[in-house]
């Protein structure tokens, strides 16, 4: 069974970086797409970025295009989310999903909540202002 388990959140100052990491256990995850959703207290899921199975192809949200990338290491079965610029807004539980119903995905988008079949726990970034 497949487990997604994310780490490098934390509280961080305006401006400031953070790196997040998601490994995955059980399975090879190296041939599905993966993605990046946050969500902040009282408010929906958001896509904020998505990678295909062999980090050739990236999609960012508006709102953090720019600031953000995610970028993965097949041979370590992990993905990253590395989120520099970080604002008081980008403050949410950030989760890593896959795609397993996919392998080799490349074309077109993956922003949608029901695009993924599995989710990690998440991990609570905060940015104060």
């Known amino acids: 069974q497949v487990q997604l388990v994310e780490s490098g959140g934390g509280l961080v100052q305006a401006g400031g970086s953070l790196r997040l990491s998601c490994t995955a256990s059980?399975?090879?995850?190296?041939?599905?797409?993966m993605g990046w959703f946050r969500q902040a207290r009282g408010k929906e899921r958001e896509f904020v970025a998505s990678?295909?199975?062999?980090?050739?192809?990236?999609d960012y949200a508006d709102s953090v295009q720019g600031r953000f990338t995610t970028s993965r290491d097949n041979a370590k079965n992990t993905v990253y989310l590395q989120m520099n610029s970080l604002k008081p807004e980008d403050t949410a539980v950030y989760y890593c999903?896959?795609?397993?119903?996919?392998?080799?995905?490349?074309?077109?988008?993956?922003?949608?909540?029901?695009?993924?079949?599995?989710w990690g726990q998440g991990t609570q970034v905060t940015v104060s202002s």
């Open positions: 990678i295909n199975w062999n980090g050739g192809r990236t």
């Open positions: 059980g399975r090879t995850i190296a041939a599905y797409g």
């Open positions: 999903v896959i795609d397993l119903r996919a392998p080799n995905w490349s074309q077109g988008q993956k922003r949608r909540v029901s695009d993924y079949d599995l």
